[in-house]
């Protein structure tokens, strides 16, 4: 009896270990990149290493606009220009052109399964078969997508700015349920457990049930929600364009707490100005880019500030990204930077000389940079 409870105890504790360690980003072999923030929580951390002396190993271009984040999927790289254009690259640069939407993208996209989804600026959504190489299922909303599709289990999720987020079956593309919010949608919704959660231009945060299409739950921040919320052991941050943090503690589809973890403030203290990127969450801290020029760390037991950053480039859409005790930051006029995530020191950094909108991607050896006007960038 007491063998039988000990191994009744160790299969429950590596069940939880493993629901743990799934929501940051990280894949059976790291090698895998599938979504612009790495996992389908959007929390922004990884349990992939960043070289302590990265090398820039290879470039290309296309010379095209690019807003689409890169992924890594079985081992190749996918890039999607703002031509709708989908180009494979391999571990060593040589690149395809795979296929071409004919339509403007500038969301980016979300890999599994030998598929790629796909949300355009004219409202249709595709399933791309990377075998077949061909639209597989389209399906129209109606108005643009601006904002990563994600997927939970068989459903695909997508928001549009005719103002719904959408579940569609993954496989035959078959609407399972369409919530109307009102609003336009620019973000990407995040996954918690069967929920998932996203914010609006009206201010409000969401908790929707992915299996029925309900709204479960519901908070209103102080003004609009310019980017996605991410979420970490049940426990999600969000930022306002004013630069609010918000932290809500998710249980069973309901927001059972919350709190403004960081008020915006005019001094050193707090945040400085607006935020228009997603917060980065660790179990310890939430990164997050504010004003014109800074990255700031804050601890979440207490919402104090740990560190503050003055960066070398002006701050946009690209949020940083969290691997082990490193932060990986990019900013709008082209400087990549490294920093120590326990005090915030510069350990490495590049000048692109162009600049970076889209997430990077991180697998085990090496991490990806493309900027915005077509140059991929690989660091090993």
Request: proline share 3%.
């Amino acid at each position: 009896m007491k063998k039988w409870l000990i191994c009744v105890q160790l299969v429950l504790f590596l069940c939880v270990s493993c629901a743990v360690v799934n929501e940051y980003a990280t894949d059976e072999h790291t090698k895998d990149w599938v979504i612009f923030r790495g996992s389908p929580s959007l929390c922004g951390s990884t349990d992939c290493a960043l070289p302590d002396a990265p090398q820039l190993l290879w470039s290309t271009t296309t010379k095209t606009r690019t807003v689409s984040a890169p992924i890594v999927y079985d081992g190749w790289v996918y890039t999607l220009d703002r031509k709708g254009r989908l180009r494979r690259f391999s571990s060593e640069g040589d690149s395809l052109l795979v296929y071409d939407f004919g339509t403007p993208v500038e969301a980016s996209f979300v890999a599994n399964d030998s598929m790629l989804y796909v949300g355009r600026i004219d409202g249709h959504v595709n399933a791309f078969s990377i075998e077949k190489r061909r639209v597989v299922w389209d399906y129209e909303t109606l108005g643009q997508i601006s904002g990563s599709p994600n997927l939970l289990d068989d459903k695909l999720l997508v928001g549009s700015y005719d103002g719904s987020m959408y579940a569609f079956n993954s496989k035959t593309g078959k609407k399972m349920s369409q919530f109307a919010t009102g609003y336009y949608i620019n973000g990407t919704a995040a996954v918690w457990k069967h929920y998932m959660m996203f914010g609006g231009c009206d201010s409000w945060v969401r908790v929707v049930d992915v299996s029925t299409g309900q709204l479960t739950d519901s908070l209103e921040l102080d003004t609009y929600v310019p980017a996605s919320p991410a979420i970490l052991d049940g426990v999600a941050c969000a930022c306002d364009y004013n630069g609010n943090v918000y932290e809500m503690t998710l249980d069973k589809g309901k927001i059972t707490k919350h709190r403004k973890l960081l008020a915006t403030s005019t001094n050193n203290e707090g945040v400085d100005g607006g935020v228009v990127s997603m917060p980065t969450l660790t179990r310890t801290d939430v990164y997050i880019l504010s004003g014109d020029r800074y990255i700031s760390c804050i601890e979440r037991a207490s919402g104090k500030v740990r560190w503050k950053k003055m960066l070398r480039g002006t701050t946009g859409e690209c949020s940083p990204l969290v691997a082990q005790d490193k932060v990986l930051v990019c900013t709008k006029d082209g400087y990549v930077s490294i920093l120590d995530s326990e005090d915030g020191t510069e350990l490495w950094h590049y000048e692109a000389g162009e600049p970076i909108i889209a997430s990077p991607a991180i697998i085990s050896d090496r991490f990806y940079i493309l900027t915005s006007r077509g140059t991929l960038l690989c660091f090993g």
